[in-house]
C-alpha cells in the first residue's frame, strides 16, 4: 500500500511517499518557486540518491508532473508506474467548523472547502490547487484531506469565542480555530504509547515550536484550548509573527502610519516576531548564535519567546487542573535545549523538574526529560506530521472496501 503525502503552499509543494507496510518513507522532496523564476525540484530516495531538477514551473499542476515524474524516473524513481499510488493525502490548513476530522475527498467535500478559502485566503487555495491537480492527473486514485484545525474542533465555546459582538460569530464564523492540530495530536498520543499510559486519562500540554508555534491544553485525549486562533498570528511570538498583542497597538500604528490592511498584515505576520525584536533573523539558530555573542536584542527575544511559552504553560496548567505530561516539538522545541531549560526552570511548584543532563545536547529525539521526582513527565517527542496524514488517508481508504 503506497500513499503519497501532498503539503502545498503558496510557491512550494512537499511531498513524501510512504510504503504503509511499514510505514516506511521511500522518497521526499520539495519543489520551491513555483509560479516564481527559478523553480526547482529536490528530491531524495530511501538510499539517499539525491537529485534536483530545474526547470519552468508554473502552477502547482505542474509542479506534480515533476513529482510523479521523478518517482517513476528510472533512476531517481521509487515506483514503477504510477499505478502503484494507492492513494494521495493533502494537509489542509483550514476546515473551520466543517471537518472535525479527515475526509476522503468527494466534489462535496471540495465544494465545503472552497467556502473555507475566506478563512484562510493564504494557504486553502495552495491546498485545493494540489487536490484539484491530482484529480487531473490520478484521478482514479483517492484523495483525503487532513486538516490542520480539525483536532481543535473539540474545544469549548469559552476557549474559542472572541469578546466581540456575537453577531460576527454567526455572521462571519470569527472564533478562534486553532492550528498545528496535526502536530498536537500527534505527540500527544505518541507521549502516551511511549509513557504507557491511558490517552483518555491524562492532562497534556503541547508545545509545537517551530517557525510558526502553538500551544495546546489537551485534557483526556481531547484539545481544550490552543494559542492560535481565527488565524495562526495569535498566541506565542514566532519566527515573524507577533503573537498575542493589544489591539490597540494595531489602530494606533493604523493611524499614526497611514497603513493599510496589507501592509498591517505583512507587519504583524512578516516582520514581527524574532526577526523583529532581535533583527538578526527569524532562524532561531541564529538567534541563539548572536545571543551567545553578547547581542543584547538578540538576548531580549530569546528571554520574551520563553517567557511568552512559560506563560500559556501556566495559564493552562491552571485550565486543565493538573499537569501529567509536558511536550515539546517541532524545529525549536526538539532542538533548543537552552529554550526548555529556561521554559522550565522555577516551575517545581508546578510538578515539573527537568533532569539538565537528559536535556543538555538533546536534539531531535524522542526522550523524557524529567527527574523521576518530577510530578509531570516532561518530554521531547519529534513530530511527524506526513505520517498522520499518511495514516488517517490509509484508515479512509480502507474504510471504503
Ligand atoms: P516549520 O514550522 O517551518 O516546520 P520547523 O519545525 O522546521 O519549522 O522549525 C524551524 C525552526 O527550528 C527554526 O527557527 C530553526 O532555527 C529551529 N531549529 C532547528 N534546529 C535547531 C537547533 N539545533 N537549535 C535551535 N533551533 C533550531
Known amino acids: 500500500m503506497k500513499i503519497l503525502v501532498l503539503n502545498c503552499g503558496s510557491s512550494s509543494i512537499k511531498y513524501q511517499l510512504f510504503d504503509m507496510t511499514s510505514s516506511e518513507v521511500l ?9 516564481l523564476k527559478g523553480s526547482f525540484l529536490k528530491h531524495e530516495r530511501s538510499d539517499g540518491e539525491k537529485v534536483i531538477l530545474e526547470g519552468e514551473i508554473l502552477d502547482h499542476q505542474t509542479g506534480i508532473e515533476y513529482v510523479l515524474g521523478v518517482l517513476t524516473s528510472e533512476k531517481y524513481g521509487s515506483l514503477k508506474s504510477l499505478n502503484e499510488i494507492d492513494a494521495v493525502g493533502h494537509r489542509v490548513v483550514h476546515g473551520a467548523e466543517k471537518f472535525n476530522s479527515s475526509v476522503l475527498i468527494t466534489n462535496e467535500v ?21 487536490i484539484y491537480a491530482i484529480k487531473n492527473l490520478l484521478p482514479q486514485v483517492p484523495q483525503a484531506g487532513v486538516f490542520d484545525t480539525a483536532f ?43 509513557l504507557g499510559v491511558d490517552y483518555f486519562t491524562q492532562k497534556i500540554i503541547t508545545c509545537h515550536l517551530g517557525n510558526g ?92 519567546y520563553d517567557y511568552r511559552v512559560k506563560k ?25 535545549d537552552t529554550l526548555r531549560k529556561s521554559v522550565c526552570s522555577n516551575m517545581e511548584f508546578l510538578g515539573i523538574e527537568i533532569d539538565e543532563q537528559k536535556n543538555k545536547g538533546l536534539r531531535g ?23 498522520v496524514i499518511a495514516e488517517d488517508t490509509l484508515e479512509i481508504i480502507n474504510n471504503l472496501k
Open 27 to 35: 522518497a521526499k522532496g520539495i519543489v520551491e518557486k513555483v509560479a
Open 110 to 130: 471540495i465544494e465545503k472547502m472552497e467556502e473555507c478559502i475566506d478563512l484562510a485566503p493564504l494557504h486553502n487555495p495552495p491546498n485545493l490547487k494540489g
Open 152 to 194: 481543535h474542533q473539540t474545544m469549548p465555546e469559552t476557549s474559542y469565542m472572541y469578546a466581540l459582538p456575537y453577531s460576527l460569530y454567526t455572521k462571519y464564523g470569527i472564533r478562534r480555530y486553532g492550528f498545528h492540530g496535526t502536530s498536537h495530536r500527534y505527540v500527544s498520543k505518541k507521549a502516551c504509547q511511549e
Open 213 to 304: 508555534a502553538s500551544i495546546a491544553a489537551i485534557d483526556k485525549g481531547k484539545s481544550v484550548d490552543t494559542s492560535m486562533g481565527l488565524t495562526p498570528v495569535e498566541g506565542l511570538i514566532m519566527g515573524t509573527r507577533c503573537g498575542d498583542l493589544d489591539l490597540g497597538v494595531l489602530l494606533y500604528l493604523m493611524d499614526k502610519e497611514e497603513l493599510g490592511i496589507s501592509t498591517t498584515s505583512a507587519l504583524i505576520n512578516k516582520h514581527s516576531g524574532m526577526l523583529g525584536i532581535s533583527g538578526v533573523s527569524s532562524d532561531m539558530r541564529e538567534i541563539e548564535k548572536a545571543a551567545a555573542e553578547g547581542n543584547k536584542r538578540a538576548i531580549l527575544s530569546l528571554e520574551m
Open 312 to 336: 500559556y504553560i501556566g495559564s493552562y496548567i491552571a485550565t486543565l487542573g493538573g499537569l501529567d505530561i509536558l511536550i515539546f516539538t517541532g524545529g525549536i522545541g526538539e532542538n533548543s
Open 365 to 387: 529525539k524522542l526522550e523524557v526529560i524529567s527527574k523521576p521526582s518530577s510530578k509531570a513527565k516532561v518530554m521531547v517527542v519529534p513530530t511527524n506530521e506526513e505520517l
